[in-house]
């Protein structure tokens, strides 16, 4: 079996979850038509198997010997496309399983990776983990039904056609039977599809809130505010519960019916087949034959129940999906763009200007508004005016600002794997004093760091940013208080070394630490109003601006 391409051509249906599915159906209909075609063989293998007792018992009570044995040939042969079909619908089954899935972590990954900085103000965290965890599974359920869906339907086809060419009576009790025992079934749909959606959305929310309160686990403990936070979870979880077993009420429901209603069912049919044997209607072989296709209706019939309640939660976890991709970028590329060029980059909401190829510090006041400067100049923020050579930045393509203006802070994470992947060759270490770090990790570049980096300490995951920054070396960098969780020893080394490594391209860092203002070629200083007070170099400023001195010295007026 070929490998399954997970490279998406176009995009994905988000006008419904019901379109969502199907477009996940036409992506892979090689994969899904295989599989039906198996499981429509592997079910109807094992309906034609009653036919070939009944012809066996027959034969043998006219002492028919060759026939007896074409019975037995037709039961082995029977049996053995059972046995290659099912395999066969198994492989196909757990491709369509997996290939639903992972299709669906693609394109989710890929359109939060579009999203930007919106995925974090629009969406909370767990809606997202969610979508990667029971998402995952339902959504790859709903596809990996089809094949036995489909085996089940032929199937009742199939059986409802031999029993109608023996006994009229028979073939219509199985007929007029199944969609009534489909519609009791679907009766019960509806409400679980509320239900599963409500439960759903609270599972979503409580992951959101195990997330927060496992980043903020630090600070929480030191404000001793464990007890409030749990407090909160535990209630938010008694609701989750609570949903659970409205679900659970509803799922009880629908699983006995699979049982009650095909075991009715059975019996009715034996019953009737009985009396009819009894009458002389129907033969001994026949009679077999008829119990053998009751007891075997019961697979099918329950697949077609177990159908509709996978599909019915592959829709609620398709709807997750959908809501998620139909929300639009706050920043997304205009119609017509312009090709970036090298120059100066200002900021006209604050009056900074950063001189091409030069060290630029900016000093604030409040450190909020130098954190705002640098989402308008590195284009995070929709309706930013920074211009880059006098071109405004929202006018040109954000893959084209995104290569050429990188915006490093301290919400940036350290992703899990090997350390290489995240400094590179390590040429950068010694810019941001981290050589330390790595010498003393076991494998050195090669070590595995953690998730999120949570095997370093604050300063030391700080220090590895940097370097991650500094590795890229794109023509515009843009650090935020790239030396706030250090001591004052590394943050000299940094501050002395930093200029060097960025020679040639151009820096702009948001900090108030004098030993980083001192090495700028420019510092900027931001008032209280949001706008550049004044200009000039670090110790000059000092001498002329007692807002600046203040602000740098943490003096006071």
Known sequence: MRRLPLAEPGEPDNRSAARYLLWIARHQISLIAGGVC?????????????????????????????????????VLGLAATTAFSGIMRHRFAVSNFLG??????????????????????????????????????????????????????????????????????????????????????????????????????????????????????????????????????????????????????????LEAAQVLLPGCFVALVTWLGARFAVAGRITPGELVAFYAYAAFLIAPLR??????????????????????????????????????????????????????????????????????????????????SARLHGVPLREMALQDVRRRI????????????????????????????????????????DTEIAERGRDFSGGQQQRLRLARALALDPPVLVLVEPTSAVDAHTEARIAERLPAARAGRTTVVCTTSPLLLDRADTVAFVGADGRVAATGPH?????????????VTRGED
């Not at 810019?431 to 990790?441: E, H, Q």
């Open 539 to 551: 110790r000059e400023l000092l001498d002329t601006c007692p807002e600046y001195a203040a602000a």
């Open 303 to 384: 697949t077609l129940t177990e159908f509709a309640d996978k599909v019915t939660r592959g829709l609620v976890s398709a709807r997750r999906v959908v809501d998620l991709l139909r929300i639009e970028p706050d920043l997304q590329d205009p119609p017509d763009t312009v090709r970036p060029e090298p120059g100066d980059l200002d900021d006209p909401d604050s009056g900074l200007v950063v001189r091409e190829n030069r060290f630029t510090a900016v000093a604030a006041v409040r450190p909020q508004d130098a954190a705002a400067i640098a989402d308008r100049i590195a284009l995070l923020t929709p309706g930013s």
């Open 100 to 253: 639903a899935g992972f299709r669906t972590m693609q394109v989710t990954v890929r359109h939060a990776t579009r999203l930007g900085t919106t995925l974090s103000r629009r969406v909370a965290t767990g809606e997202v983990v969610s979508i990667g965890t029971t998402d995952f599974d339902h959504i790859g359920y709903s596809i990996d039904i089809t094949a036995r869906g489909s085996g089940a339907i032929v199937s009742i086809v199939v059986v409802s056609a031999l029993l109608l060419r023996v006994s009229v009576p028979l073939g219509l009790v199985v007929v007029l039977g199944v969609p009534v025992l489909v519609a009791v079934v679907g009766l019960l749909l509806r409400p679980l599809h509320h239900r599963r959606r409500h439960q759903r959305d609270l599972a979503g929310a409580l992951t959101g809130r195990a997330a927060d309160i496992v980043a903020g686990l630090r600070v929480l403990r030191g404000v001793g505010g464990e007890a409030v936070f749990s407090a909160r979870y535990r209630a938010e979880s008694q609701r989750v519960r609570f949903a659970g077993v409205r679900v659970a009420r509803v799922e009880s429901m």
């Open 38 to 74: 198996f499981g429509i063989v592997w079910m109807v293998s094992q309906a034609l198997v009653p036919a070939a007792i009944g012809a066996g018992v027959d034969a043998l009570a006219r002492h028919d010997r060759q026939g007896l044995l074409w019975a037995a040939a037709a």
């Open 406 to 445: 990188v915006l490093a802070d301290n919400d940036g994470r350290l992703f899990r794997g090997p350390l290489r992947d995240e400094v590179g060759d390590g040429a950068t270490l010694d810019a941001a004093a981290a050589r330390d770090i790595v010498d003393a990790l076991p494998d050195g570049l």
